[in-house]
């Protein structure tokens, strides 16, 4: 019996409700313990790579300019977010008050994160600028939108982003009309809902959630703060941070921490030369005895068996 965790279940729903509106966008990220989920994720995110690949050959990309984008972001001088277009809260599911202030690099995954670094060496060479490069642009830990975007330094030395890939949800309503299907706005709703389908209480509770994960993702090589200062830190009580956090993410703050932590463990003793103890320094583990037990009840096997996996000279 195959058993795919909730958000795995929607997030592949989301996709599938996407293509159907001809949205090809989205794409699933990689589970490091879920196979089977890995086998869906990857075949469905390999379908849109295809067909994004197959529109592109058969017609070259016109930008209509009386056509607004899909996607709109606008930096300020020191590239922070100052406003984005009507279209972005939907697209990333994210409330409208959550970009200003940002950088673009909070919105990115990390492998656009290293696009965009490697484009802000090169155009903050010359002016004006406009430049054209794929980004993918984080939804939730499962989910993330690519799109090809133009990135154009205007004249008052500001940065615009857009993206023109089409939005074809009317077209995929017209031809339901056509066939005879009545598309109900039940059927062709999001299954992330914005706050107009939420009440807005319940809405900001998740957003809330999402940068609470968000943060102890970021600071997984640090000491977490205390229950009680993560909950003031994010405005909410503490017996309801752990009640919401683990009807979402499957555990409490805490264990989704050293979760992470051991996630991180095993990255840095693939990837890098460090030895088991520098390892077990970076991530924050006091005991070696006590990494050695977590990290075989996580992963089924101890850190000196994945070493000898991946060789000692590993860089």
Not at 148 to 155: G, I, N, P
């Amino acid at each position: 019996m195959l058993i795919f965790k909730e958000e795995h279940i929607e997030n592949i729903c989301h996709v599938l409700h996407a293509r159907a509106e001809g949205a090809m966008g989205y794409r699933l990220r990689l589970s490091k313990r879920h196979d089977y989920y890995n086998l869906v994720a990857r075949y469905m995110n390999l379908v849109g790579d295809v067909h994004q690949a197959k529109l592109i050959k058969r017609k070259p990309r016109v930008v209509d300019p009386s056509s607004p984008p899909l996607l709109e972001i606008h930096l300020s001088k020191s590239l922070l977010i100052k406003t984005v277009g009507a279209k972005v809260s939907g697209l990333l599911h994210k409330d409208p008050d959550y970009f200003k202030g940002l950088t673009l690099g909070e919105l990115l995954t990390k492998r656009s994160v290293e696009t965009w670094e490697e484009l802000r060496r090169n155009f903050l060479r010359r002016a004006p600028f406009e430049l054209g490069t794929a980004l993918e642009y984080k939804v939730n830990r499962w989910l993330y939108y690519s799109c090809f975007c133009y990135v154009t330094q205007l004249a008052d030395g500001t940065i615009r982003i857009t993206s023109f890939e089409k939005d074809r949800s009317h077209e995929a309503r017209e031809l339901m009309r056509e066939m005879g299907i009545s598309p109900q706005p039940e059927v062709l709703r999001s299954l992330f809902p914005g706050p107009g389908e939420l009440g807005q209480k319940e809405y900001q509770e998740k957003i809330r959630m999402d940068k609470i994960v968000r943060f102890i993702e970021d600071h997984a090589s640090q000491p977490l703060p205390g229950i009680k200062e993560l909950a003031h830190r994010f405005n909410i009580n503490e017996k309801k941070l752990n009640k919401r956090f683990k009807d979402i993410v499957g555990l409490t703050p805490y264990a989704y921490y050293m979760d992470c932590k051991l996630d991180r463990a095993m990255n840095l003793l693939r990837t890098t030369a460090l030895d088991i103890d520098g390892v077990c320094e970076s991530v924050g583990y006091h005991s070696r005895s006590g990494f050695y037990r977590a990290f075989k009840r996580k992963f089924g096997l101890n850190p000196g068996e994945v070493k000898r996996e991946v060789g000692p000279d590993t860089a």
